[in-house]
């Protein structure tokens, strides 16, 4: 069956970074658009960032733009969110999720079809 592991969360002081990798299997990653989305307690999930299915496209929340970087491994079956100059704010689940390239609207938690199990982020201020 289809899992997506994340891994790399922790704690952190503000100004730190933390990259964040999803190992995928049981796809054709490929195939695959991949995004990471975080989660605060009481409040919708929210859009982090998006990957297209061969690497070449990338979209980010305006609020993460210039900080957090995501890329792929397609030899690793990997995404990964590299993520510098964390703030507080910053703190939540993160998931990663998989979403099949002939779908659109990528920054919607809807339509994905495969999340992982989350990884929590903590930025101490």
């Known amino acids: 069956q289809v899992q997506l592991v994340e891994s790399g969360g922790g704690l952190v002081q503000a100004g730190g970074s933390l990259r964040l990798s999803c190992a995928a299997s049981g796809l054709t990653f490929g195939y695959y658009v991949m995004g990471w989305f975080r989660q605060v307690p009481e409040k919708v999930r929210q859009f982090v960032a998006a990957i297209s299915s061969g690497g070449g496209s990338t979209t980010y929340v305006d609020s993460v733009k210039g900080r957090f970087t995501i890329s792929r491994d397609a030899a690793k079956n990997t995404v990964f969110l590299q993520m510098n100059s964390l703030k507080p704010e910053d703190t939540a689940v993160y998931y990663c999720?998989?979403?099949?390239?002939?779908?659109?609207?990528?920054?919607?938690?809807?339509?994905?079809?495969?999340w992982g199990q989350g990884a929590q982020v903590t930025v101490s201020s």
């Open positions: 999720a998989a979403k099949h390239r002939s779908k659109t609207l990528w920054d919607s938690p809807n339509g994905y079809d495969y």
